[in-house]
């Protein structure tokens, strides 16, 4: 007999967590994991939090679920979705619909979701953000797939999602796999974001002599103003943590070497295939594959850097570093909304992206202050080309930029590497350019391949004979 409202199957850290949410929203959920155990598990330790409905088997676990059947999987990215979605999808009758809630790529979310799409079934690629707390206590939710699905879901979802200012974390992305598309991007701004803030605490310490328990102290006070985030405060909890074992700052005992999981490197891969410049995110992901490149860095151990200089005045250093934080994660953000217009654009999914902003506010781990901002851009604009035409965030780089270029200029003279906020600042003179330098490569392609080019005065696309009397052809 039909018991649950929604079901859980894969009850590792974050499908135990998301059931639990469900089951103290009051949701009677089923819960299923191939290994029986952890289901045996959740029982005993959460069973008091509401009502769970345990399951064995996939059988039992589906006929647990009052229909249309709402079908949540958190297994392992990858092959073990694919078998999962294999094992149940026979035992499911049409208009039931299954939630991947894992970090699906894009790519398969769409190709799974046409595949179940022909049996009856609705496939939903869910994005979740907010890590196993976020599971438990409210992540940020981006659901794709169909329109009538989320009529279905999307009551429930909200139910547990993280809220930001009375209003749910949660929202239709659009169809297919637009909800992963848009986690995806989103864990590429947080690689983004990440790596800015790291070059900021080495820049107070090496440029400024900061120690991590003063830089704490910078990151605690910059967090009581526009730059307020999670990242932003938790980054001031990390400077300020002693070594137990040691006594040593925890930041001088944890090996420099950044892990990844893999949405990084998707965001720039895809980003290549949209044609999108996503220089920050880029930086990010290279940043993190450098650090785990020990030979490498061995290797180079002995190469010159500059003389020491004269250390920066800390008070007015922190400042400028400040606003060139803020600049280079408004440039972030520009570049990774502009992925999802792109995204969006080529595969017909006609994404909100205000909303995208007002989802990512709650939850999840870019939720910051100036996301309001964002989405109020949006609002005013739905189709503007880059966040940096909006009014505020282009006052605010204008603002930023002296101090911008004084923190990228001491950092080159002080060999300090920050390929975020160079990049950034890149990108930002790159895109306010009257003239590219693309003028010269395209004279250069079409010297030694006769690409052709198109002049700024006339129609067409010409050639000039390089190798002849050097006169120009129409091609
Ligand atoms: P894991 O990614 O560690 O996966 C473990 C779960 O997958 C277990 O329930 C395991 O069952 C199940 N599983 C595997 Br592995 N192969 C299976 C197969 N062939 N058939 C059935 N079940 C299989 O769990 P997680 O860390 O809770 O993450 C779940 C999903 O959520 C992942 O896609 C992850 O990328 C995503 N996510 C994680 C986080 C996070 O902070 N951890 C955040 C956001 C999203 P078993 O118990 O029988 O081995």
């Not at 930041?251 to 999108?276: F, H, N, P, S």
Request: with cysteine; hydrophobic share 45%; glycine share 10%.
């Amino acid at each position: 007999m039909a018991q649950a409202r929604i079901g859980v199957t894969g009850l590792a850290v974050m499908g135990r967590n998301l059931a639990r949410n469900l089951a103290r929203h009051g949701h009677p959920v089923a819960v299923h994991n191939r290994t029986e155990a952890r289901t045996k598990a959740l029982i005993e330790e959460f069973g008091h939090e509401g009502t769970f409905v345990p399951a064995s088997t996939p059988e039992e676990f589906v006929a647990a679920l009052e229909r249309p059947r709402r079908l949540v999987i958190m297994v392992k990215a990858g092959a073990p979705t694919d078998a999962v979605i294999e094992e149940f999808a026979p035992l499911l009758a049409p208009g039931d619909m299954i939630v991947d809630g894992g970090n699906a790529h894009f790519a398969d979310t769409r190709r799974r979701e046409r595949a179940l799409r022909e049996r009856g079934i609705h496939f939903v690629g869910a994005g979740i953000s907010g890590g196993e707390e976020g599971a438990l206590h409210g992540p940020s939710i981006m659901p794709g797939g169909s329109a009538e699905s989320y009529r279905e879901l999307g009551p429930l979802l909200e139910d547990i999602a993280a809220e930001a200012d009375g209003e749910p974390c949660c929202a239709h992305v659009g169809p297919d796999g637009a909800g992963h598309f848009v986690k995806m991007v989103h864990n590429g701004i947080e690689y983004a974001d990440m790596q800015l803030i790291g070059e900021a605490y080495d820049l107070l310490r090496r440029a400024a002599g900061l120690g991590p328990a003063e830089i704490a102290e910078v990151f605690r006070a910059w967090n009581g103003g526009r730059l307020e985030s999670y990242l932003i405060e938790i980054t001031a909890e990390v400077l300020a943590h002693t070594d137990p074992a040691t006594g040593a700052p925890f930041v001088d005992v944890v090996l420099d070497r950044a892990e990844q999981k893999g949405t990084g490197r998707w965001t720039v891969q895809t980003a290549l295939d949209l044609g999108v410049p996503v220089n920050g995110i880029a930086e990010a992901v290279f940043a993190r594959s450098l650090s785990g490149h020990v030979p490498l860095r061995e290797a180079a151990r002995r190469l010159p850097g500059p003389t020491p200089g004269r250390p920066v005045d800390a008070d007015v250093f922190a400042d400028d570093v400040e606003q060139a934080l803020y600049a280079s994660k408004i440039v972030a953000y520009a570049q990774g909304f502009h992925q999802i217009q792109a995204g969006s654009d080529e595969y017909g999914w006609n994404i909100d992206l205000g909303r995208m902003a007002a989802i990512w506010r709650g939850g999840c781990i870019i939720r910051a202050r100036f996301l309001d901002r964002i989405r109020a851009a949006y609002q005013a604009d739905p189709r503007i080309p880059t966040l940096l035409a909006d009014e505020h965030f282009a006052d605010a780089v204008g603002a930023a930029q002296s101090a911008w270029r004084r923190v990228v200029a001491t950092a080159a003279e002080l060999g300090v590497p920050v390929p975020g906020f160079s990049s950034a600042l890149a990108y930002y003179d790159a895109l306010r350019a009257e003239r590219l330098p693309a003028a010269l490569i395209q004279g250069q392609r079409d010297f030694f391949g006769a690409h052709t080019y198109r002049r700024v005065d006339r129609a067409g696309s010409f050639h000039t004979l390089w190798s002849g009397d050097r006169s120009e052809v129409e091609a």
